[in-house]
């Protein structure tokens, strides 16, 4: 049986070019970068030269940029690094739609005695400025917003945010896992101040990730020890990890136009016919061409458990999600299912798909006829 994966969002294969790059760090080049010998610090340049592209890719300096262990990670070290620095601003505004990781390090933050606001957005998944604009104070220590949303695809309206943070001189971090390689964008002119990445969503090693922090802003580290990553982040470099993120970073924004109109005809073919045969779904999120992630399409059914459809359709080689990869199996709605206020009908079935640069549009009709299927099935039919 053939097997089609639709789970770009939940996590991308090596690129091929970056597996060839990295494979000699994982084999000759093994020394340690901390090291004082010729080869220890040739690996000490190869992850400064990794640092220079992924600051390259986003416009950033490389001394503006540390590497860490993933998304989770940087969010954890953006939010917790930049509240321990300033103990005396106690407030955070973030989204009601954020990923685990920054509600979750919130929650944390709050049994600490932080006061958390939650964003509300409309039934697009787009936050409400004029709640941002009314909640912000002296007293917020920084907002924390996801650019690209991994469960609903929708793409938040960064600029005003940031003009928003910039009148009140609050702080901002953006999670732009899902972003990077889909948008081109850069933090000088997002104006941005915190920007989480993490490589395995664009092709690159899983277990790397990286943190701009604006120059001049101070940071607690999260993991302390020695002074690697220049005292921001302790521990022996995941070096085949960075040096293949950095790779895969200038990979994805150099194809990233190519990739960008292969993802949006991906879309729309599959939006078209997924929507001619199954007339009563409804795409969860913004529009197909207006601030959705081009690769990126989630569909509420009507009289089916989502898990039910999931599992179906991975009994027949295709593989998605349902609603968040994080969230599979789960009946109940997520919560940004939930803050897009779904109809109740709807709810109980969210199926993610997201494509990548190794989907193809022929495989369409042979998915839909799985989709139908599987629907059939579980409907007795
Ligand atoms: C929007 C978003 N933020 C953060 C994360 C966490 O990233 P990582 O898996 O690298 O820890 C994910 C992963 O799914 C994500 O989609």
Do not use: W
């Not at 040096?243 to 200038?250: L, N, S, V, W, Y």
């Amino acid at each position: 049986m053939k097997e089609f994966y639709l789970d770009y969002a939940a996590t991308t294969p090596i690129d091929e070019r970056v597996l060839k790059y990295v494979e000699p760090y994982l084999t000759t080049h093994f020394h340690n970068p901390s090291s004082l010998h010729t080869h220890a610090i040739e690996n000490k340049k190869a992850i400064n030269d990794s640092r220079k592209k992924i600051a390259d890719a986003i416009g950033a300096h490389p001394e503006e940029i540390f590497f860490t262990s993933g998304g989770t990670e940087s969010i954890n070290f953006a939010i917790k690094g930049y509240a321990d620095k300033h103990p005396e601003l106690k407030e955070i505004i973030t989204s009601k739609i954020e990923h685990k990781a920054t509600l979750n390090t919130l929650h944390f933050l709050e049994k600490k005695g932080y006061v958390v606001h939650y964003l509300d957005v409309d039934a697009f998944g787009l936050v409400d400025l004029k709640q941002l604009n009314s909640l912000i104070n002296e007293q917020t220590l920084m907002v924390s917003i996801i650019y690209a949303n991994n469960e609903i695809g929708t793409i938040q309206d960064v600029k005003s945010i940031s003009k928003i943070c910039r009148k009140h001189k609050t702080k901002l971090h953006l999670d732009a896992v899902q972003a990077f390689g889909q948008i081109d964008f850069d933090v000088q002119d997002l104006d941005v101040d915190f920007l989480t990445l993490s490589s395995h969503k664009f092709y690159g090693p899983k277990g790397a990730g990286a943190l701009y922090v604006k120059k001049g802003l101070d940071i607690e580290p999260l993991i302390h020890g020695g002074s690697h990553e220049s005292g921001h982040r302790a521990g022996t470099e995941n070096l085949y990890g960075i040096i293949g993120m950095g790779e895969a970073a200038r990979i994805a924004k150099l194809e990233l136009e190519q990739n960008r109109e292969h993802y949006h005809k991906l879309q729309i073919d599959f939006h078209q016919r997924i929507t001619k045969v199954f007339k009563d779904i409804k795409l969860n999120g913004t529009p197909c061409g207006s601030n959705r992630s081009y690769n990126h399409l989630s569909y509420a059914f009507k009289d089916i458990l989502g898990y039910q459809l999931h599992f179906q359709l991975s009994k027949r080689g295709i593989y998605v999600a349902t609603g968040s990869a994080c969230s599979s199996g789960s009946i109940t709605p997520s919560h940004v299912i939930e803050a897009i206020k779904l109809e109740d009908e709807y709810q109980p079935c969210v199926i993610r798909i997201t494509f990548g640069k190794y989907s193809k549009i022929e495989d369409h009709d042979e998915i839909i006829n799985r989709f139908i299927e599987s629907c059939h099935e579980l409907k007795g039919e």
